[in-house]
């Protein structure tokens, strides 16, 4: 399955696909329902994604084949999510000089412990930048973060977003000091 998530502009034949900036890339199809989020963040910023399944144990050939041409395509940084024995991001780290944001995936035993371990304990010469279990979310803002650094428009973005944050925790702060303190 491959899916320009937001990489692709209106079918109205004035304007070529986007380039993906971001692979997101996932063991299963199982973990869509996490990793979409790391998708959703990256819309919101405007950066362009494209979506795989790719498992390190199942499709070892596909995953090597995406991990070694990923950069010559364009793409800037990988973001992994897998569940279980989740050798995923460190396999692919090992094949590309990309950074890569890994994703533990919490499954129906051991809450995701399995998964973190797997993905947070590389050896040292192959790192991977590990969120927290189902950060999805957290590993879009990262690799929006990285590409801001060259990446004025992803830079606004991200400014209005924790100005965006900022402000909904003082409302809730108004809310709380109204109810409990009378303030
Ligand atoms: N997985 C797939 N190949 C290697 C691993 N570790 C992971 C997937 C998913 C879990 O196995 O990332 O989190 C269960 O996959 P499934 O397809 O059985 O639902």
């Not at 502009?9 to 989020?37: F, R």
């Not at 994604?49 to 395509?73: F, K, N």
């Amino acid at each position: 399955m491959t899916t320009t998530d937001s990489g692709t502009q209106p079918a109205d034949g004035t304007q070529a696909p986007t380039t993906p900036m971001v692979g997101i890339v996932m063991g299963s199809s199982s973990d869509a329902p996490i990793m979409s989020a790391a998708a959703d963040q990256l819309r919101k910023l405007g950066v362009p994604s494209e979506m795989r399944v790719l498992s390190a144990h199942r499709t070892p050939d596909d995953t090597a084949a995406y991990a070694r041409g990923a950069a010559q395509r364009g793409i800037r940084i990988l973001i992994a999510g897998a569940g279980g024995a989740a050798h995923l991001p460190g396999v692919i780290a090992a094949m590309t000089d990309l950074p890569v944001i890994g994703v533990p995936i919490a499954l129906a035993h051991l809450d995701g412990l399995d998964s973190l371990l797997s993905i947070v304990q590389m050896p040292k010469g192959v790192p991977v930048a590990t969120v927290g279990v189902n950060a999805a979310l957290n590993a879009g803002l990262l690799a929006s973060r990285i590409l801001a650094l060259s990446d004025d428009q992803i830079a606004a973005k991200l400014t209005e977003h924790r100005a965006q944050q900022a402000d909904k925790v003082r409302s809730q702060d108004t809310q709380v000091r109204s109810a409990h303190n009378g303030a």
